[in-house]
Nanobody, 124 residues
Framework: QVQLVDSGGGLVQAGGSLRLSCAAS????????MAWFRQSPGKEREFVAH????????HYADSVKGRFTISTDNAKNTVYLQMNSLKPEDTAVYFC?????????????????WGQGTQVTVSS
């Protein structure tokens, strides 16, 4: 069983930065892929970024490319999402997720393990 705990959300002005953290515990293996998704009220959960647990491969949604960076700290079993140049449309609840599926999927249904979510609000 894998447990994920998200943190780091908050209120920030447009153009500002936040760093989200996802602490993983339990039976998590180097073959896992880790991802961040986000969900706004009335919208479906949206892929943001993912990374192989080894950190070798990353992929981003077009909407965040060049502004967000996903990374891992294997010693701390933690995944980070550094968010820069934040925009009001980035406002959402952000969720960390883990999957054993190969190929770094962007479909949320393929992720079996989820954090509780952390709210990010960007004011204009």
């Amino acid at each position: 069983q894998v447990q994920l705990v998200d943190s780091g959300g908050g209120l920030v002005q447009a153009g500002g930065s936040l760093r989200l953290s996802c602490a993983a515990s339990g039976r998590i293996f180097s073959s896992y892929a880790m991802a961040w998704f986000r969900q706004s009220p009335g919208k479906e959960r949206e892929f943001v970024a993912h990374i192989s647990w080894s950190g070798g491969n990353t992929h981003y949604a077009d909407s965040v490319k060049g502004r967000f960076t996903i990374s891992t700290d294997n010693a701390k079993n933690t995944v980070y999402l550094q968010m820069n140049s934040l925009k009001p449309e980035d406002t959402a609840v952000y969720f960390c997720a883990a999957t054993r599926f190969q190929g770094l999927p962007t479909n949320s249904r393929l992720y079996a393990y989820w954090g509780q979510g952390t709210q990010v609000t960007v004011s204009s």
